[in-house]
């Protein structure tokens, strides 16, 4: 993967997660905001979140598509998106991951929970709720 995907990757390390985020500095403003888009997600956004206002913020497929962006690569919206219409060059199992980045998604019966990247050392970078 493109070195500036790896880089972006590593430069979101330690920011913080709230659902539908993308970047965003977060607020309570903003908490409030995205609980009123997100009602089922509300509790979290409003509690947990909390702990992130002043700090930006991400959910896991703006993160992905932030890290893919820097590589020229454009990515939809939502985790499930990406999986299903993004013209990928190989699909596998997290038991064959190559030695080298890649993007990997957690789900099942091709509706995905999650998604971030393995940067091929061991190391995974994603926006975590």
Known sequence: MHKKVVEKALSLVGQGYI??????????????????QYPD?????????AKWDGKPVWDCAQLTRACAKEGGVTLVSGATSQWKKTAWAAKGTMDALPQQAVFVFRGENDSMQHTGLALGDGTCVHARG
């Open 41 to 49: 997600q509300a509790d979290n956004i409003l509690g947990t979140g």
């Open 19 to 36: 659902y539908g985020a993308k970047g965003q500095t977060c607020s309570p403003v903003f908490r409030q905001q995205q609980a009123a």
